[in-house]
Each structure stands twice: as C-alpha cells, then as structure tokens.
C-alpha cells in the first residue's frame, strides 16, 4: 500500500483500540451486530418489530453479567496474567484451577442470555428461517470463543481464525448458489470445533505446566547428595581431576594428587569416581524432561493454536478452492482479493486495475469503443495473470509460516530494501522465514530465501508495478506514484487521491466521517468514538485542519454593504483580492513521489507542510489589504469591519495552529489540557439555532467580548507550534542518524519535550476557561429551556470524542416529516417517535459529558515524565497519585463507552421504527434507503481500521 495511506489508516488503527473482547469476554452483541447476524435470514419488518424488546432483554441480561459478575471476578484477582509465567507458588495451580471454573461459567451465564434471545427468535421464524438460525447461532459462538482470551490476550494478524466464510460470499457480489451455501456453513462448522478445541486445550496447557512447575522436585531429590559429595572429595583427592571419561594420571590436573596416595590408590580412585559418575548421569538423564520440559510447556500453547490454525486454514482453502472452481476471472479475482485481504492484513487492491478502470471510463465518455474494447481485454488479461500468482497464495493458506506484524507492515508497504539495511548497518529483514527448520532453502549472503508465500507477494508487487508504469502519463520514472490532496472544502475536510499505488484509490476526511473509495466501491466509515482521534492525526499529517479559504465575494459584498453607485469601485477591490490570493489557493496540491521510497514522501510531506504554512500567512496579509481598504473607503462600515476581523483572525491562529507537522501527530498521542472547548467557535454555535435571548445586546456584547479575548491564548499556541519540531527538521535528524548534534543528551531531548507539553497544556488550560466562561455567560442570557439546549450543545462540541455522532438521525427525521405522501396517523406517530427519540439522546449525551467532566486531567506525557522521574515528578507520592488518576479514567471511559454503545442502539433501533412506519414506496421515493439503512463494512475495512487485530486483554 502507498505509504502515505498506510500511514493513516495505521495511525487511526492505534488510536481506535479496538480489540475481540475485554477483559477475556465478548462484548454485547448490540442491535446493529444483530441485524448483521440475522440479515441472511430475511426478517419482514413484522418480525423485526417483534425482536427489538426481545433485544432489550438480553442487552440487560448481558450487561448486568459483565457490570456485575464480571466486574466481581476481575476485581477479586486483577493479575491473571501471572498464570502464563511459570512459578513456584505452591498456590498458584489451584487458584488457577478455581478462577478457570468461574470463568467457564461465567462464559457460560453469557451463553445461556444469548440463548434465550435465539430461542425467542426462533418462534418468529418460517421454517426455512428456522434451519438457518443454526448458523447464526454458530456465528455468534465463533465470536464468543474468539473473544475468551484469558488469561491474557491474543495478538490476531489476519489468519484463517478470523474469516468468516459468509462474509467472503456476501461482499464480493457474486450470484451465490445452494451449494456456496452449504460449503460456507461445513466450513462454520469446522471453525467452531476447531476454535471450541484450542479455548479449551490453551487452558490444559496452562493447567497442566502449572501442575508439573509445583510437582518438579528440588535438585537433591533428582541426584543422590551422596554421589554428589563422594564425587567432590574424589576429585580433590586426585588434585582437582577425576579419573572418568578423560581424566588424567597421577599429577595431570592443575594441581597433583595426594602425595601419600600409591598408583594402586590412585587407580582404585579413578574407577570409583567413573562408577559414580556414570550413576550420577544416569540420574540426571532419568529426569531430564523434567529438568527442561518449562520451555517445552510454553511452546505447548502455541503448538495448540497453531493446530487449531491448521485445521481452519485447511477447511477454508478447500471452501475458496470449490468457489473458484465455478467462477470467471473477473468473479475470481475479486474473490480471491477477498480472501485475500483478510487472511493477510496489509494485502490491497493492485495499483493497475482502478487504472484501467479510469483509462475505461475516459474511453467510453470520449466515445471510442475501440479503445474501450481494447483496454477491457487488457484488463481480463491483467486480472488473469494476477490471479495465476494469487492462486499460489491461496495454495500456501495451510502451510505452517507464521504471518506477524513484521509480515503485516512489509505489505503496508513499510519493507526496508537491502540497499537501506546495509546503509543502516543492522540485521537483516526476515525474509522469507529461511531460518525457520530450513524452509527457505539456503540464504544467500546478499539477500534472504523467500518463502512460497512471500515470493509469490513480490512476484505480485512486480508484475502490478509493470501495468501500473504503462498506464500512469508518460514522463515520469518508474516507480512514481501521484497524489492529489485537496483541501476545498476547508479546515476539517480533506480529499486525499493516489494514482500509482496499490490500496484505496481515494480517502476522504470530513468533520464525521471517512469515506475510502477502493475498487469502484465507496465505504462510509463513521469516526466516532476512540475513532476520532484517528480522524484528527489523519488531519494533522495532511494539515487538514491548517487550512485558510479566501473569503467568498458574496462575503466581502456583505461585510462591505455599499450602495449601487459604488459596486462598480467594490468589484476592482474584490479582483484585487482574488487575484492577490490566486497563488496561495490550498485547493489542489498534486505531487509526484516514488512509491519505494520513504524518503521522497518524507520530502513531499515537509514541503507540504512548508506551503501550507506559507500560503495561509499570504492569504492573511490579502485579508489585512482588504480590510483596510474597504475602512478607508466605506468609513460609516468601519467598525463592522473591525468586528469581522477579528473573527477573520481567529480563522488564521486556528489554521496555524492545525498546520501539521510531527509535533501536532505527537501531541494526539500525548494528549495535554483537559478539553477542547477551545476550538469551538461560539460564534458559530450561537448563530446557527435561533436562540433568543432575553436582552439580544447583552447576548451580542458578550459574544464579541469572547472573540477579542481568546486571540491572545490562541496567538501563543500558534506560535508555540510552529517553533516545534517539523517535518523539515524530522527529516533533518532522519538523515544525521537521528541526532541533530553528536553531543546531545536524549533524555535531555525528551525532558525538554515533556516541557513543551506541560507549556501548551497550560495554554490551552488558559483558552479553555476562557471560553468555558463566555459559553456559560451565553447561556445565562437564554431562557432555561433553550440554556440547558445550548449548554448540551456546547459540551458536545467540545469534547469531539463524544460529541461526534454520524449515526445521529436529525436528518432523516427532517427529510421523513417533509414528505407530502404522509398520512395524518403516520406524522403523528413520527412526531413522537422524534420526541422520544431526542429526549432519550440528551439523556445518555449528558451522561456521557458528566463522567467526561469527573475524568482527571492527564496526559500521556505527564504519565511518562513521572514514570521516568523528570523534573519534579519523582516522589514516590506523585507516582502512586499518577497511577490512581489513570485507573479513575480507565473506569470513567469504560462506562462512557458504555453508554456510547448504548446511543448506537438508540440510533439503529429507531431507524427500524422509522422503518415500520413508512411504507417501502414513501422510503424510496424519499430517497431514504441510505439513511434507514446503514452501510455494512467488508471485515477487511474493519480489520484495516482496527477491528480484529487484538484478541482480549485485560486492562485494554
């Protein structure tokens, strides 16, 4: 994949934290999961109806196990992590033995809630239904086991223990057929005993190694003491030198034997020192395995899941294989891309072929069938070679090569070269995995053996490279690849296109969600949640958010209200204006860069910094001309004009300040201050709801006081950013080894950067009680039903984490109620389920925000500079105090988290009532399938964004 692209949906992955289960359990099956599950049923919205307080039952059932029962058990004994190290605590074996029996019933309580919710189901269904809720059931259980890591957790790269065959059938638009079917539920079968065999087997390990660690006798009780002791005096007897198995004669060790003792002596010695040697290893010998099988035992676990891999891979290769069997090329290469993708993360749609499919495209809209005839048979002819060397892949899913996060970030496009590795002087790259029991023949000096597996990536690599080279324009190097960012839709809104470059053809940033574009098929990711903070790095390495736009003329033409006669003098002010920024629009930025090499991105990224930077100060110096022009000219509007500047300026400091750059990616991570009601522009918010306030002067005063005030906190942060690190001086380091002077100190470095973070935590401590002061004197001035409404408002656009909410249904509420082909008894029954539905949202959002606001504010580099005693952070109390805050927030997020799933099903639940209460003509009519019906992501979209890579974890 184009490093750029892997780097952001890397960094989103990082940020997101999602993993199979919490803590060693599932998590809820929600209703989106749900409706997931049973789509391959076909419920009838009558039965839909019927399932949503059935659902509500088991959510509370569910629940109430984890928040309660769960909660116990983890309570009781928080290190179970300690079981998968040996021990000689005589306890630790039956305590283990006794946790393992309250976890299996534990999982057990979990089994029997979702049971009931099935069987419930099952007396809504047709008897056609009713078979395959077998299936569904087998589903659900895949996930429960997936999900019961402890002790511990499991990382999961891809691997045939993670696909579902389903999946692979329903989201490659193929005509599935009865027996795809019925090949796809053998396959389900297979995987749940093989995953229901290694869940328990991984426990036995455990249990049995734990039995053998408190069994293992002592040294003394394997060896005689005696024999021992004998052999100690016989050898300073013979002056340090026994007389078995090599021993010398009489004065042949470092010291000579006893002077007293006669040849005969001497000789007797030697044969008794060899009789009790040959005891003493047969004694060892009897207890070797004993001695060393600890090692053994902890390969036993991995063993046990390697089987269980085996097994799946196994059944899954012949399920693919039978599927192939019966397709074309162009089914079989979006099937086998399929399979593909998911069994090993990092694997993407080939550069050429969305290629081909733009050359087509441009074919058809010149007219020229000829050549639309011929790129078409080109691109069968590419799709047939590829799956040639595909199907090699597919041939290898069962081999036993491991696939590991080395593997994953080499085909996200993170392979060093050979040339790079000897240039950095260290070891080489696995390649190939030739140490492993000789698998990839011998390793030459130069270069590492490849396995099957991974030659037939770089053969794929190579032969996508050569079409790609042939369809790119003429010009260019080998190699090349471009990228287009566009940055028009202003800060918050990015359009990032790559031609030239295997993964997504486009990914598109905006204030709520990411839009990825790959194969001709677009896919809506919401980034809500820990999601947004990937959201919000993505927007920092690209300076999404480091954006200024001209002002539009129907903005200028406003602000400057000039009379008739005067338009014509107002047009040539505007043309200066537009023509003084025509150079600086950040609009469409298009480079060319190699796609193997790192460094001419790094370059392209600092030069993008540098611009960005560069043309929003030149478009600030066209708005200071233009403003003092038009005072000049227009007097009568000149403090108007005053006013709108100053919220001109407050546009510019936000765009320094979101102008990118590693310090910003940095301090995502970090974290620093305790919100983000900073960023929020009141002005905005009061002007976009029509709020009326009791004394509208006073609400005005008030508004402008607020936006003079938080120029100054905002004036140091922009300039706080940009004398940090760039990625001009990234580079820099990069290419002087990492250092930027020999002589410096790198924990000096770092306690200088944990002192940049302190510094800007306190400044935007400052901006936010600034604004936190205006919003709560805003709200003072509006009657109490529309203060607790604005207030809402404010908290959640102040803490985007939460605040952010692309499932919210406002507007298929306002596009529903618009319908003239409404009946009166249907916008009755709409109006309250609107009410319901708002009332139960600000509900669970001022839930949310009230234990956001008991969260301490820390920060990931406060933490790490107490850990590391910097500074003043060194006392013993400060580290425990550090440690308290940080569990009270790791609780605080659990129950947020909580109740955001909770809104989620909110959201899906209504969206099925609403459903119910429109006929299917009105809904497509209306245009209202996308918003009723959310958009089913691929699992490897999922896997890609962060889902699936971690199984379990306590503490995650």
């Not at 993964?503 to 709520?512: A, C, L, V, Y």
């Not at 404010?794 to 596009?815: C, M, Q, T």
């Not at 009332?839 to 820390?858: A, K």
């Amino acid at each position: 994949m184009n490093r750029f692209l892997a780097s952001v949906l890397l960094f989103t992955t990082m940020a997101s934290g999602q993993f199979w289960g919490n803590d060693g359990f599932p998590e809820v099956m929600n209703w989106d999961r749900f409706r997931a599950l049973t789509g391959q049923l076909g419920l009838s919205q009558a039965q839909v109806n019927g399932l949503l307080p059935a659902h509500d039952a088991y959510v509370k059932a569910f629940r109430g196990i984890i928040e309660d029962d769960f909660a116990d058990f983890i309570e009781k004994d928080d290190n179970d992590g300690k079981y998968q190290w040996a021990s000689a605590d005589p306890e630790l074996a039956a305590s283990f033995r006794s946790r393992r029996s309250k976890y299996r019933n534990l999982c057990d309580e979990l089994e029997e809630a979702e049971d009931e919710l099935f069987d419930l189901a099952y007396a809504y269904l047709t008897e056609t239904q009713r078979l395959r809720l077998e299936d569904v059931r087998g589903r659900r259980e895949r996930e429960r086991l997936r999900a019961q890591t402890w002790p511990g957790f499991e990382w999961n790269f891809g691997g045939a223990m993670s696909i579902e065959a389903q999946d692979l059938l329903d989201f490659s638009e193929l005509v599935v057929t009865e027996d795809m079917e019925i090949a796809a539920i053998q396959h389900g079968k297979t995987q749940t005993n093989a995953i229901r065999t290694y869940r328990r087997e991984r426990l036995d390990t455990i249990q049995d190694r734990l039995d053998r660690e408190q069994a293992k006798p002592d040294f003394d009780a394997i060896v005689d003491p005696a024999i021992t002791k004998r052999l100690g005096q016989i050898k300073r007897e013979l002056g340090g030198k026994g007389g078995g198995k090599g021993g010398g004669g009489k004065g042949g060790g470092s010291r000579a034997a006893r002077p007293d003792l006669s040849e005969e002596e001497i000789e007797d010695l030697k044969a008794e020192f060899a009789m009790l040697q040959e005891e003493f290893e047969a004694q060892m010998a009897s207890s070797e395995d004993l001695m060393f099988e600890g090692a053994w035992d902890f390969n036993k676990s991995d063993d046990v899941r390697k089987k269980a891999d085996q097994a799946i891979a196994r059944s899954l290769k012949s399920f693919v294989q039978s599927v192939l069997s019966t397709l074309d090329t162009n089914d079989g290469y979006r099937f086998r891309l399929r399979v593909l993708r998911q069994m090993y993360p990092g694997v993407n749609q080939p550069s050429a072929d969305p290629l081909f499919a733009r050359r087509i495209n441009e074919a058809e809209k010149e007219d020229n069938p000829a050549l639309t005839a011929e790129l078409t048979e080109e691109r069968l002819a590419f799709r047939e070679g590829i799956n040639n060397i595909w199907d090699r892949l597919i041939e290898a899913l069962d081999d036993d090569d491991e696939f590991d996060m080395q593997d994953m970030l080499k085909l996200s496009g993170f392979e060093e070269t050979t040339e790079a590795r000897k240039l950095k002087g260290g070891k080489e790259a696995k390649g190939g995995k030739g140490s492993k029991g000789g698998k990839g023949g011998k390793v030459s000096k130069s270069e590492p053996q490849k396995s099957p597996r991974d030659q037939a990536f770089a053969d794929a690599r190579a032969y996508d490279r050569k079409f790609t080279d042939e369809l790119l324009p003429e010009g260019g190097a080998e190699g090349r690849a471009e990228m287009v960012i566009d940055r028009s839709g202003g800060a918050g809104n990015i359009l990032i296109s790559v031609s030239g470059a295997d993964g997504p053809e486009s990914i598109q940033f905006t204030d709520g969600a990411m839009m990825i574009v790959e194969n001709g098929q677009e896919y809506e990711v919401p980034m809500d949640g820990p999601m947004a903070i990937g959201m919000d790095i993505a927007g920092e390495m690209f300076g999404s958010r480091g954006v200024l736009l001209p002002l539009p003329p129907p903005s200028i033409r406003e602000l400057a209200g000039v009379s008739e006669e005067d338009q014509g003098l107002l047009d040539a002010i505007i043309d200066d204006y537009r023509l003084s920024c025509a150079d600086n629009l950040p609009e469409r930025e298009i480079i060319e860069f190699s796609e193997d090499d790192p460094m001419s991105m790094m370059n392209m990224m600092a030069e993008s910094e540098n611009r960005r930077r560069e043309r929003n100060q030149a478009i600030r110096s066209a708005d200071e001309l233009l403003f003092s022009t038009l005072s000049a000219l227009f007097p009568e509007r000149a403090a108007s004009i005053q006013s709108f500047d100053i919220t001109r300026q407050r546009e510019w400091l936000m765009a320094r300040i979101g102008s990118g750059g590693m310090e910003g990616i940095a301090t995502m991570f970090m974290g620093g201050g305790s919100g983000e009601g900073w960023k929020v522009d009141l002005r905005e918010l009061a002007t976009e709801s029509s709020w009326t306030p009791n004394d509208p002067a006073a609400f005005r005063d008030a508004l402008e006081a607020w936006e003079r005030s938080i120029l100054s906190p905002l004036e140091e942060l922009a300039d706080h950013r940009e004398s940090g690190m760039s990625m001009t001086d990234m580079i820099d380091m990069s290419m002087r080894g990492g250092k930027a002077d020999k002589d410096m100190d790198p924990m000096q470095m770092m306690n200088d950067m944990m002192t940049r973070q302190q510094k800007r935590g306190e400044m935007i401590d400052a901006a936010n009680e600034i604004t936190d002061d205006a919003a709560g004197a805003l709200s003072l001035l509006l009657p109490f039903d529309e203060s607790e409404v604005f207030d809402l408002s404010y908290g959640l656009a102040s803490v985007p984490a939460i605040g952010r909410d692309p499932d919210l249904l406002d507007p298929a509420f306002e596009k529903i109620l618009s319908l003239d082909s409404l009946r009166t008894e249907q916008r009755e029954a709409l109006a309250g389920l609107a009410a319901d539905y708002r009332g139960s949202l600000r509900e669970v959002n001022q839930q949310m925000l009230g234990m956001h606001r008991r969260m301490p504010n820390i920060d990931m580099g406060g933490m790490f500079g107490a850990m590391m005693a910097f500074g003043e952070k060194d006392d013993e109390g400060d580290a425990q105090k550090m440690q308290e805050q940080f569990e009270l927030q790791q609780n605080l997020q659990k129950q947020i988290d909580r109740l955001r799933s909770e809104r989620k099903d909110l959201h899906q639940k209504t969206r099925e009532q609403l459903k119910g209460l429109l006929d299917q003509d009105q809904i497509t009519r209306g245009g209202l399938q996308r918003l009723l019906e959310p958009q089913r992501l691929p699992p490897e979209i999922q896997q890609m964004l962060g889902g699936g890579m971690m199984m379990g974890g306590p503490g995650f």
